[in-house]
């Protein structure tokens, strides 16, 4: 986490210190505290300890952690519906460029995550080829 973008990142911050939180949860390769403007009480952040500004371009160490750290959140929270959310660059709703996860009780109809999800029809064909092009 030495780069300057590091150095200037507020997640950064919060896990050095220099900026307070409502820390929650913290382990070797990950920090959760609550956030500042939640969309329902008890809405949550998991951050890696290390910088990266994309989920793809974060060691699956730092990776492997969060998903557990989300679960211990959500079942502390007691919640019976929840979101856990995370998005990559801008143009997807990224506001902070340091990978994170959300965790958002979803209490009732006004409160939490609100999602519109405009589906289109699949094209089988390009779904085909686009299945045969991707070698994991």
Not at 55 to 78: N, Q, R, S, T
Not at 81 to 101: D, M, S, T, W
Not at 130 to 135: D, F, G, M, R, V
Request: charged share 25%.
């Amino acid at each position: 986490m030495a780069s300057k973008l590091a150095a200037e990142c507020i997640f950064c911050k919060i896990i050095r210190g220099e900026i307070p939180s409502f820390k929650i949860h913290e382990t070797a390769h990950s920090f959760a505290f609550f956030d500042i403007g939640p969309l329902s009480d008890g809405h949550a952040l998991v951050i890696p300890k290390y910088h990266a500004e994309k989920m793809h371009e974060l060691p699956d160490e730092y990776l492997a952690e969060a998903m557990p750290v989300a679960k211990k959140i959500a079942a502390a929270l007691g919640s019976e519906n929840y979101n856990i959310l995370q998005n990559n660059g801008r143009l997807a709703h990224q506001e902070v460029p340091h990978v994170h996860f959300h965790v958002i009780p979803k209490p009732n109809d006004e409160e939490g995550l609100t999602i519109g999800w405009p589906a289109k029809k699949a094209d089988f064909d390009k779904l085909k080829e686009l299945a045969a092009s991707i070698k994991l």
